[in-house]
């Protein structure tokens, strides 16, 4: 069962069961679920020692091998706290046990009852509630998590934080834990901005808090944009899982990855500009699994309308030109994988003003080629990345034109896909890709596009870890 809920017990049993859990250093539920294991298996109930150890503060039962981890996820009181409520279901979607905690604020926007319905775990709001706290509830909160997660973080909730308040259940659960908390801010660019929640947010980064976020964008309220819009789901789960795994040795520790992604947009004019359909959305998700292999990310992007992945630096370029300076000032890399949608082509001499319909016609528009970023940086003499992977997108004899790109630019791989309109790749969320290498062509089955990106990560690791050709780039640099 995922809770236990004790009602009317007598005083007497009441005080015997705080009794006993803290001489166990169990929480009072957990202490009645060693009973009823205890008492199911005809067992007399093995009384705790007579006094705790004054060494050893009470901590949380250990979880069992393969349990799902626990987390408490504090909604604090703003419009963003809608986005709690898909924040729950991708946590689950993970597997991840959530206890969800509501301010009273939070409550003029989300309930608890669909909060409580997401996680299918009952959801508390009181830091009185006598149904948990005649065994200390919000003690029991802050240490049975494995993490604490504060979304959306207010800038009264982040106050409270800094300065050691705990007048509601919040900010007492957030004052008990010794457990790694997660912030993902959210508030008016105004507030944001003010110095007292500079100061504040300082302080809870050199306390040990981390955070993901804010974003840039427009505010809930009319005529208002800046940076204050919380992270959203999806970036905040990826910072949640990163904390959750924190000491796994990543296959690419001490690598430097090199990506683009996304279109460029070449202008007409002021107004116009040429462009492709890319969504960036595969890039992004190789950026995302290259920082969860434990390399250091440089994601040089177009324009695109996706969330940053946490953990990247991010560069934001808009035309050919621009990428391939990026580019080449963020060298030296270990790996360069090149998945952006360059512009072949641009306008020769772009308008100064907008170009305005003539009785004439249309206006004569000369195109000069781009540069080609894939083919400057496999055919470099120096600063050349030990590994260059090229992306081929075509629309018809995709492993044939694939090859012929991989013989023509230089580069180590090329990752060709169908994006034909029928495929449904640029913009979608899935991708069938072909390896192709000197050695061959290794045809994947169809995957969603983070996927893609985790096997890509775990192919190009294979391939250092069995021929390391180059020191890593730290040590050339």
């Given at each position: 069962?995922?809770?236990?809920?004790?009602?009317?017990?007598?005083?007497?049993v009441?005080?015997?069961?705080?009794?006993?859990?803290?001489?166990?250093?169990?929480?009072?539920e957990?202490?009645?679920?060693?009973?009823?294991?205890?008492?199911?298996?005809?067992?007399?109930?093995?009384?705790?020692?007579?006094?705790?150890?004054?060494?050893?503060?009470?901590?949380?039962?250990?979880?069992?091998?393969?349990?799902p981890?626990?987390?408490?996820?504090?909604?604090?009181?703003?419009?963003?706290?809608?986005?709690?409520?898909?924040?729950?279901?991708?946590?689950?979607?993970?597997?991840?046990?959530?206890?969800?905690?509501?301010?009273?604020?939070?409550?003029?926007?989300?309930?608890?009852?669909?909060?409580g319905?997401?996680?299918?775990?009952?959801?508390?709001?009181?830091?009185?509630?006598p149904?948990?706290?005649?065994?200390?509830?919000?003690?029991?909160?802050?240490?049975?998590?494995?993490?604490?997660?504060?979304?959306?973080?207010?800038?009264?909730?982040?106050?409270?934080?800094?300065?050691?308040?705990?007048?509601?259940?919040?900010?007492?659960?957030?004052?008990?834990?010794?457990?790694?908390?997660?912030?993902?801010?959210?508030?008016n660019?105004?507030?944001?901005?003010?110095?007292?929640?500079?100061?504040?947010?300082?302080?809870?980064?050199?306390?040990?808090?981390?955070?993901?976020?804010?974003?840039?964008?427009?505010?809930?309220?009319?005529?208002?944009?800046?940076?204050?819009?919380?992270?959203?789901?999806?970036?905040?789960?990826?910072?949640?899982?990163?904390?959750?795994?924190?000491?796994?040795?990543?296959?690419?520790?001490?690598r430097?990855?090199?990506?683009?992604?996304?279109?460029?947009?070449?202008?007409?004019?002021?107004?116009?500009?040429?462009a492709?359909?890319?969504?960036?959305?595969?890039?992004?998700?190789?950026?995302?699994?290259?920082?969860?292999?434990?390399?250091?990310?440089?994601?040089?992007?177009?324009?695109?309308?996706?969330?940053?992945?946490?953990?990247?630096?991010?560069?934001?370029?808009?035309?050919?030109?621009?990428?391939?300076?990026?580019?080449?000032?963020?060298?030296p890399?270990?790996?360069?994988?090149?998945?952006?949608?360059?512009?072949?082509?641009?306008?020769?001499?772009?308008?100064?003003?907008?170009?305005?319909?003539?009785?004439?016609?249309?206006?004569?528009?000369?195109?000069?080629?781009?540069p080609?970023?894939?083919?400057?940086?496999?055919?470099?003499?120096d600063?050349?990345?030990?590994?260059?992977?090229?992306?081929?997108?075509?629309?018809?004899?995709?492993?044939?034109?694939?090859?012929?790109?991989?013989?023509?630019?230089?580069?180590?791989?090329?990752?060709?896909?169908?994006v034909?309109?029928?495929?449904?790749?640029?913009?979608?969320?899935?991708?069938?890709?072909?390896?192709?290498?000197?050695?061959?062509v290794?045809?994947?089955?169809?995957?969603?596009?983070?996927e893609?990106?985790?096997?890509?990560?775990?192919?190009?690791?294979?391939?250092?870890?069995?021929?390391?050709?180059?020191?890593?780039?730290?040590?050339?640099?």
């Amino acid at each position: 069962m995922a809770s236990l809920t004790i009602r009317r017990l007598d005083e007497a049993v009441k005080a015997e069961l705080r009794l006993r859990a803290a001489r166990s250093g169990r929480s009072v539920e957990d202490e009645v679920r060693v009973i009823l294991r205890e008492a199911a298996a005809g067992q007399a109930p093995v009384a705790p020692p007579a006094e705790p150890s004054p060494a050893r503060a009470p901590a949380p039962a250990a979880r069992t091998p393969g349990a799902p981890a626990s987390i408490v996820l504090i909604i604090g009181g703003g419009i963003a706290a809608y986005k709690a409520l898909d924040l729950i279901r991708r946590l689950r979607e993970r597997g991840l046990h959530v206890r969800c905690v509501l301010t009273q604020a939070a409550q003029q926007f989300v309930t608890p009852l669909s909060a409580g319905a997401l996680a299918d775990e009952r959801c508390y709001t009181d830091l009185f509630d006598p149904q948990s706290e005649f065994d200390a509830g919000h003690i029991r909160l802050a240490r049975e998590a494995d993490l604490i997660i504060v979304a959306p973080a207010t800038a009264d909730l982040m106050a409270k934080m800094a300065n050691g308040l705990a007048n509601d259940l919040a900010s007492a659960i957030l004052l008990a834990t010794s457990r790694p908390v997660l912030l993902a801010p959210a508030m008016n660019p105004m507030m944001w901005a003010n110095a007292a929640t500079k100061r504040n947010m300082a302080r809870l980064v050199a306390d040990g808090a981390a955070v993901v976020g804010p974003n840039a964008g427009e505010m809930a309220e009319t005529n208002e944009a800046g940076i204050g819009r919380m992270a959203e789901p999806l970036e905040i789960v990826a910072a949640a899982e990163r904390l959750l795994r924190p000491h796994a040795p990543g296959a690419l520790a001490g690598r430097r990855v090199l990506i683009t992604a996304g279109p460029t947009h070449e202008p007409i004019d002021p107004v116009r500009y040429i462009a492709n359909r890319s969504s960036g959305k595969q890039g992004y998700a190789i950026a995302a699994a290259a920082v969860a292999a434990g390399a250091e990310v440089t994601l040089v992007s177009g324009p695109v309308m996706l969330p940053d992945p946490p953990g990247a630096r991010i560069v934001r370029v808009e035309t050919a030109r621009d990428m391939l300076a990026a580019v080449e000032a963020a060298l030296p890399a270990d790996i360069a994988v090149f998945t952006a949608a360059v512009a072949d082509w641009r306008v020769a001499e772009a308008g100064a003003q907008k170009i305005k319909k003539t009785a004439q016609g249309s206006p004569a528009l000369t195109l000069t080629e781009n540069p080609d970023i894939l083919a400057t940086i496999a055919q470099r003499r120096d600063n050349r990345p030990p590994l260059v992977i090229g992306f081929a997108a075509e629309t018809e004899k995709v492993i044939g034109h694939a090859q012929a790109k991989l013989a023509r630019k230089g580069c180590d791989w090329i990752i060709a896909n169908d994006v034909s309109p029928a495929s449904g790749v640029m913009g979608g969320d899935r991708n069938t890709i072909h390896v192709i290498t000197r050695d061959g062509v290794e045809s994947w089955p169809p995957m969603a596009k983070d996927e893609v990106a985790r096997a890509l990560m775990a192919r190009i690791a294979g391939t250092l870890a069995v021929n390391p050709a180059a020191p890593a780039a730290k040590e050339r640099a």
